[in-house]
């Protein structure tokens, strides 16, 4: 890891919060992805039915 000199606190809070958004719009978009699916499969078994 380089040397971070006296804004060390401030860039890895930076990654951190970057990583932790990130994190959060993956998460979001799986979970609409399976909501989605949901839907569609519904949607399909009103169709065929």
Known sequence: ???LGKYAAEVLTA???SLALLGGIVWLSIARGRKV????EA???????
């Open 37 to 40: 699916k949901r839907q569609l």
């Open 43 to 49: 949607a399909e078994a009103r169709r065929r039915g």
């Open 1 to 3: 890891m380089p040397d």
């Open 15 to 17: 990654y951190g919060v």
